[in-house]
Each structure stands twice: as C-alpha cells, then as structure tokens.
C-alpha cells in the first residue's frame, strides 16, 4: 500500500536543516489531477505512483492531496480499484461528517451576534478554537477558554487561533512582523491595491485591520484551507480553499468570489501573494496557481500577454522546482522571518538564516529590499542582493543562494557554497567529509551509474 510519505523533491537542501527529500532515491511522484478522481473530505484526490530511480514502479493510486500524514487524511484507492456502490455511499457519508460543525454563513452569522456582546461575556474556546455564543458555554464548561476577547483580538485572528504545527499537514509558519510589514509596504509602493492571499492569513489580516482606516485602499481576499479563519471573515474575505488541487470547499458561489476579486475594475491592480507548507508537492501547487493565474486572465479583456503578478514565498533550494514550472519567475535574496519557527529567524551571523526567499514575475529591478537590512542594489545584475552576496565576474553575476559569500570554482565553473570543496572523485564540488556517493555507484567497469562491477552486463561477455 502506497500513501505515507509523499516525498516533496528539491535539490541542494542546506546542511543542518530539514530540507525536503532528494529526489531519485525512491518515493512518490505526482501524476496530477485526474478528471474522475475521486473525493476525501479535501476536496478531489491526486493521482500518484511510487517511484525508484527516477522510474515508475508498481500500481497507480489516489490519496489526499492536502494531507501528507495519513494520520490526518487516510484515503486511499488505487486507480483500477472497483468501488462497490455502497462503498461510494459511505465515502459519501464520511466526507459529508468531515465537514467543519458549522458552515461559513453560519460562522459570519455568529460573529455577527458574537460583537454584539459585552466584553464580559466574549469567551474563546481554546480546545475548539472556537468563539462561544452565551448559551454555548454550558457545552465547553470543561474546557479551557480565553474571556474578554477584546476588538483588537477579532482582528487578529492569527494571534489568538493556536498555530497549526503539525510538519506534514498544516505547518502555519506566521510571518514574523516585520517581514509582513515589508511585504505590505513593498505591495503598496509596487501600486498594487487588491491582494490574493493564499495560506497567507497574517499578511490579510494586516490589510483587513488596515482597511478600517480612512486613506487605507488595499483590500485583501483570503484563500486558505483553516476554516477556523471562516468564524472572523465573510464570505468576501475568506474562502475556505485547498491549494493543492484547487478546490474551494465552498462550490461555485466562493469561486465565483474569487473570479469578482480578480477582476480589475477600475484600473485595480492585483496580486497574488502564496507561502504554501514547504512540505508540498511543488507540481501540484504551480498546477493549482497556474489556475488562479488564468482565471484573472480571463477577467482581462484587454492585454492578452500579462500574466497575473505574484509573489511565491518558499525556500531557496526549491529554486530549480519554481522555474521549472514558472520560467518567468525569479528568485529576489530576501529573508523571509517566522516568528514561530526557531530556524527561520532572522539571524545576525552565520547560519540561522532563514531559507525562505520571494519568487516573483515581477521585474527583479522593482523589488526594493531595505538597504537598512544590508540589502544592496547591484547594478549589473538589476536587482537587490544580500550584503554577502558578491558580484561574480567570471559567472557575470550575484550568484549566492543562501546570503553567505560563494566561492568560484573553476572546475565546475560555478559558483559553490563556501563549505564545498572541488573533490576530484566526484568530479564535483561537496562537503569535506562528503562520502564520494558517485563513485561508489559507478560501475568500474563501465563506468556506468545504475550498476556495479559485479553485475556489469559487458562482463557477461567475457
Ligand atoms: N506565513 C504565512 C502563513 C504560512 S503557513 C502568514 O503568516 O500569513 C501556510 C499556510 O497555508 C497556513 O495558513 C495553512 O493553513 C495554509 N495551508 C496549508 N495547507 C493548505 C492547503 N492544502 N490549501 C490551502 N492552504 C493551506
Ligand atoms: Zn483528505
Ligand atoms: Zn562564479
Ligand atoms: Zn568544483
Ligand atoms: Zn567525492
């Protein structure tokens, strides 16, 4: 049975940080979204097949493709599996039970009711992430609740709901505060005025408390897949939404939100700002954007050749990955910081960096990072680059990924991490202690990769 693991596959992951899987080694590879796929409570499930050495082995199958534990979503099916016809009626069943307690409208409805109350009375339920209505709290008497749920804590939604940390699934890594502010000011300088905020629920909550002032005229759309932001956004501000298959839970009337969103009247300029779990499957996500991306296509009657501008917030070493998928997009050297991620802080020397970059299809030149921060413009290069980041001439270019100086080796003819060292047996540049992989897998022989002497087919000859 497959399921398990869904190796996410990006290359060059840093030393000391949980990178993503290597890809090769044997996992998972996405197939995509199949048009009769069938459905977990997430929405249509995505197709898959275990993989080794880079090829296709065994039985295709269908699993949940929001969640990687199977502990959080178990479907599975295999895609020449016969489903009986009440088999189909309880899964039915079952992803009807799923759904969340109450339904959007229901939640606004409460909300609604919910303000009306005095501070004394405004209880959040901590065990279910949930605000109470009076009558309610008989039901949660035995759990533990916040009182006195101030206006100020309704707007920010993000402080007062518990961080979803589980690695797999959720992984709510919120931006740190200045980093959020950043992205605001550089979207506001940029002449944006809406905002498509998917799995950015700290960056929407920024605009919409901003939104109550006067001369504030950003709005933001939140498309998520907590539904426990459901209880302080209507139905114009948050859609429960799943990235990875783009489904949005609630039917043709939340799509239709988010097309009304995307469309530009009145010279509105949009974009979209996303920072998916990075332990996503990167195909399944550029699949679901390239959507967003043509549906405010269609909404242009206009200029045919634009393509909706985006800021894409994910690790450096997924690089490769983004530009297969999007080569317009480019990678701009800022940090992105967590506040609830120990690794991911901004740190003053060394490691401890945050590996969390911006890829944009903006003009990299446009993208003003603050000189405050070390950030400096390089002139050949059109575009900011981190203070360690040094212009090189024989590459023609700032060729650091992770904001420390790189070296150039002129072996590889490449720019390399200052830790590497060129290794004659791999032909390479690695680590010091770096055990020679390469070699042990070639053939000596041959010298070919997928075998070893013992087993080399031109010896049989012999
Ligand atoms: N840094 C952002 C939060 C990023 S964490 C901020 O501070 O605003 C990733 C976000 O993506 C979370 O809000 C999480 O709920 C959301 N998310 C996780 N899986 C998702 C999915 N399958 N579809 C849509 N959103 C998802
Ligand atoms: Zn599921
Ligand atoms: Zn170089
Ligand atoms: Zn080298
Ligand atoms: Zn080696």
């Given at each position: 049975?497959?399921?398990g693991?869904?190796?996410?596959?990006?290359?060059?992951?840093?030393?000391?940080?949980?990178?993503?899987?290597?890809p090769?080694?044997?996992?998972?590879?996405?197939?995509?979204?199949?048009?009769?796929?069938?459905?977990?409570?997430?929405?249509?499930?995505?197709?898959?097949?275990?993989t080794?050495?880079?090829?296709?082995e065994?039985?295709?199958?269908?699993a949940?493709?929001?969640?990687?534990?199977r502990?959080?979503c178990?479907?599975?099916?295999?895609?020449?599996?016969k489903v009986?016809?009440?088999?189909?009626?309880?899964?039915?069943?079952?992803?009807?039970?799923?759904?969340?307690?109450?339904?959007?409208?229901?939640?606004?409805?409460?909300?609604k009711?919910?303000?009306?109350?005095?501070?004394?009375?405004?209880?959040?339920c901590?065990?279910?992430?949930?605000?109470?209505?009076?009558?309610?709290?008989?039901?949660?008497?035995?759990?533990?609740?916040l009182?006195?749920?101030?206006?100020?804590?309704?707007?920010?939604?993000?402080?007062?709901?518990?961080?979803?940390?589980?690695?797999?699934?959720?992984?709510?890594?919120?931006?740190?505060?200045?980093?959020?502010?950043?992205?605001?000011?550089?979207?506001?300088?940029?002449?944006?005025?809406?905002?498509?905020?998917?799995?950015?629920?700290r960056l929407?909550?920024?605009?919409?408390?901003?939104?109550?002032?006067?001369?504030?005229?950003?709005?933001?759309?939140?498309?998520d897949?907590?539904?426990?932001?459901?209880?302080?956004?209507?139905?114009?501000?948050?859609?429960?939404?799943?990235?990875f298959?783009?489904?949005?839970?609630?039917?043709?009337?939340?799509?239709?939100t988010?097309?009304?969103?995307?469309?530009?009247?009145?010279?509105?300029?949009?974009?979209?700002?996303?920072?998916?779990?990075?332990?996503?499957?990167?195909?399944?996500?550029?699949?679901?954007?390239?959507?967003?991306?043509?549906?405010?296509?269609?909404?242009?009657?206009?200029?045919?050749?634009?393509?909706?501008?985006?800021?894409?917030?994910?690790p450096?070493?997924?690089?490769?990955?983004?530009?297969?998928?999007?080569?317009s997009f480019?990678?701009?050297?800022?940090?992105?910081?967590?506040?609830?991620?120990?690794?991911?802080?901004?740190?003053?020397?060394?490691?401890?960096?945050?590996?969390?970059?911006?890829f944009?299809?903006?003009?990299?030149?446009?993208?003003v990072l603050?000189?405050?921060?070390?950030y400096?413009?390089?002139?050949?290069?059109?575009?900011?680059?981190?203070?360690?980041?040094?212009?090189?001439?024989?590459?023609?270019?700032?060729?650091?990924?992770?904001?420390?100086?790189?070296?150039?080796?002129?072996?590889?003819?490449?720019?390399?991490?200052?830790?590497?060292?060129h290794?004659?047996?791999?032909?390479?540049?690695?680590?010091?202690?770096?055990?020679?992989?390469?070699?042990?897998?070639?053939?000596?022989?041959?010298?070919?990769?997928?075998?070893?002497?013992?087993?080399?087919?031109?010896?049989?000859?012999?």
């Open positions: 049975e497959g399921g693991n869904m190796a996410a596959s990006g290359e060059g992951a840093p030393e000391g940080l949980c990178g993503p899987e290597r090769g080694a044997g996992g998972l590879a996405l197939l995509g979204l199949a048009p009769s796929a069938p459905s977990c409570p997430h929405g249509p499930a995505l197709l898959f097949v275990k080794s050495q880079g090829k296709e065994g039985r295709r199958f269908y949940c493709s929001a969640c990687r534990d502990k959080d178990n479907f599975f099916q295999w895609e020449d599996e009986s016809e009440t088999r189909l009626a309880a899964r039915e069943e079952y992803n009807r039970n799923h759904q969340p307690p109450f339904t959007h409208r229901q939640n606004v409805e409460r909300y009711n919910f303000v009306l109350l005095p501070l004394s009375k405004r209880r959040f901590q065990q279910c992430q949930q605000l109470l209505l009076p009558a309610e709290w008989e039901k949660h008497s035995d759990h533990q609740f009182c006195d749920i101030s206006t100020a804590q309704l707007k920010s939604p993000s402080q007062l709901l518990y961080p979803l940390e589980n690695k797999k699934t959720n992984a709510q890594y919120l931006f740190a505060g200045r980093s959020c502010q950043f992205l605001l000011d550089l979207i506001i300088d940029l002449g944006f005025r809406r905002v498509l905020s998917v799995g950015t629920p929407h909550e920024m605009i919409q408390s901003k939104a109550s002032q006067e001369d504030f005229r950003v709005r933001s759309l939140l498309l897949i907590d539904f426990r932001y459901s209880q302080f956004y209507t139905e114009d501000e948050f859609c429960h939404y799943n990235m298959n783009h489904y949005f839970f609630g039917g043709e009337a939340a799509r239709e988010c097309r009304k969103f995307l469309y530009q009247g009145s010279g509105e300029r949009v974009i979209m700002v996303t920072d998916p779990p990075f332990g996503g499957l990167v195909e399944a996500l550029a699949s679901s954007f390239k959507k967003l991306m043509a549906m405010w296509k269609e909404t242009e009657k206009e200029d045919h050749n634009q393509e909706m501008p985006v800021f894409w917030i994910f450096y070493f997924f690089e490769s990955r983004i530009l297969e998928f999007f080569p480019s990678m701009m050297d800022y940090q992105v910081d967590y506040d609830n991620h120990a690794l991911y802080k901004h740190g003053k020397t060394g490691r401890r960096q945050s590996p969390v970059r911006i944009t299809n903006l003009t990299p030149s446009m993208i603050p000189v405050e921060e070390g400096r413009f390089c002139a050949v290069c059109q575009r900011y680059v981190s203070s360690g980041n040094q212009h090189c001439e024989i590459c023609n270019s700032c060729t650091s990924k992770d904001g420390r100086r790189w070296k150039h080796c002129v072996l590889c003819k490449k720019c390399v991490k200052p830790s590497w060292f290794c004659n047996n791999c032909n390479c540049c690695a680590l010091q202690n770096h055990t020679c992989e390469k070699t042990d897998a070639v053939c000596f022989v041959c010298g070919k990769a997928d075998h070893k002497r013992s087993t080399c087919p031109s010896l049989s000859h012999t």
